[in-house]
Each structure stands twice: as structure tokens, then as C-alpha cells.
């Protein structure tokens, strides 16, 4: 289950009635890290010198529960929702076999990370993706490996709901959704075999924004008006 968060709320205390404005107020759910350590695996050999080996998992799933939009602040006019997410990852290696005489093997993987939000009412399925890619040589010397690979950082776009959905968000109560992860991992080896295992971390932020036109109240010139003209009055009734 996630926690959520006001990640920003823009508001102006004193509105001019007649003027047209939208105002927002945005919620963050964040997940993770989550971490996943992937099976040992095996690519490549001695007499398959080039080879590459590429596996899919189903990784996480979790509920994410953000408030619903409280009517007192005005009218809503729009729901959003946006997700972004930072990919970390590793992987060891081990020489299997060499393939030709002079014992050098090179290896490359990478590892991707897809991840979205759905099952929120009025959404289409909104994901996005990290790459994080690495790679090495392997030789007579050099027989065994723990690579880094470089973390990156990606983000979608802000998705709308169905403005036929915007009600299911107004009152008191929560609305909930799922976050999932997917990875696919690839290992590709050229001159002979390697075992390897590969590691991922992932840090992720669902955001909602709410788009609304707030519930006007007196400008200031207004209430200036009103002060001068209750003490007019009281003076008059002194007299």
C-alpha cells in the first residue's frame, strides 16, 4: 500500500469573482524501492561463440490510494495522473568457456524496467520504461565481473481521465488504482560463454493533479468598499 503526499497546492487566498482561473492541487504516491535479485542463467558457449539469452518477469504489483477531491474548494474540471521512476541495476559474471584460442569473451546486458498505473476510474493504461545498459570483457586474467550499470531516470507525460469519470473523484473517501512492474532482462555474449546474474533497483512516484476553479470569494477592493461604507453608516446614526 502506498502513502501519499500534497506534493504542490497552488492558492490564492483573495479571488476575483468575474475572473476566469484555474487553480490545481497535485498528490504523490511513491513506491519502492523495489528490488529484485534475477535467477542465474547461462549464455553463450564454447562452440556457440555468439548467443543471447532474454527473459521476461512479472516483478510487483501494489494499491495506490490518493483523496478524493473535496467540493468545498471549487469546481473540478480535470483529473491527471503522471508517473516517473528511477532505475538502478547491476549484474556479476563469470567466464563459462572461451571460444577461440586467445581467451577473450565479451558481454553485454541491459535491463528493462516498465512500470505503470492502471484500474483508476476513467484511465487508460499509462507506463513507462527505463534502460540500464552495461557491458564487458572477460579473459584469461580476467575471468569474472560486477558491473554497475548507470542509473537513469524517466518520466510520462500527464495522462486526463475521461471527463465522463470526474464525478467518481468529487467527495469525501479515497480513489484507488494499481502500480505494476514488468522487467526483461538480456545478455548477449560474443566468443564464448558466460554465467551471469543480474540485480535491479526501482524508485517510482505516481502523481495526481486535480484541475479546478475555485470558490470565489470578495476581492479586496470589495471588502474595502464594504468597511467604508458600514463606517459612513455609523457615523450618520452618531449624528
Known amino acids: ?7 504542490a497546492y497552488s492558492s490564492i487566498l483573495l479571488v476575483v469573482p468575474t475572473a ?3 487553480d490545481f492541487l497535485v498528490y504523490q504516491a511513491q513506491i519502492g524501492p523495489a528490488n529484485v535479485n534475477y535467477p542465474t542463467r547461462t549464455v553463450g558457449s564454447n562452440t556457440n561463440f555468439a548467443s543471447s539469452d532474454i527473459v521476461n518477469y512479472n516483478v510487483a504489483s ?5 483523496p478524493k477531491f ?6 473540478l474540471t480535470g483529473v491527471e495522473f503522471q508517473i516517473d521512476g528511477t532505475a538502478a541495476s547491476a549484474y556479476a559474471n563469470q567466464v563459462l568457456a572461451f571460444g577461440t ?3 577473450i569473451v565479451g558481454f553485454n546486458g541491459n535491463l528493462t524496467q516498465t512500470y505503470g498505473v492502471s484500474s483508476f476510474p476513467g484511465l487508460s493504461l499509462l507506463t513507462t520504461s527505463t534502460v540500464n545498459n552495461g557491458s564487458n570483457t572477460l579473459t584469461a586474467s580476467v575471468q569474472s565481473a560486477t558491473v554497475q550499470m ?6 510520462s507525460a ?7 469519470s470526474l464525478s467518481t473523484y468529487i467527495g469525501s ?10 522487467t526483461r532482462t538480456e545478455a548477449t555474449t560474443s566468443n564464448g560463454g558466460v554465467i551471469y546474474n543480474m540485480a535491479s533497483s526501482l524508485l517510482s512516484n505516481v502523481r495526481q493533479r486535480y484541475t479546478f476553479t475555485p470558490t470565489p470569494v470578495p476581492e479586496p477592493a470589495s471588502i474595502v468598499a464594504i468597511g467604508v461604507g458600514l463606517g459612513c453608516l455609523l457615523r450618520r446614526r452618531k449624528h
Open 158 to 164: 500527464y495522462v486526463a481521465v475521461a471527463p465522463s
Open 20 to 22: 476566469a482561473r484555474a
Open 1 to 7: 500500500m502506498s502513502k501519499f503526499k500534497i506534493l
Open 150 to 155: 548507470p542509473a537513469v531516470t524517466n518520466s
Open 62 to 66: 501494489s494499491t495506490i490510494t490518493f
Open 101 to 103: 584460442s586467445f581467451n
Open 70 to 75: 473535496d467540493p468545498s474548494l471549487g469546481t
Open 173 to 182: 473517501g479515497t480513489v484507488s488504482g494499481v502500480w505494476t512492474l514488468s
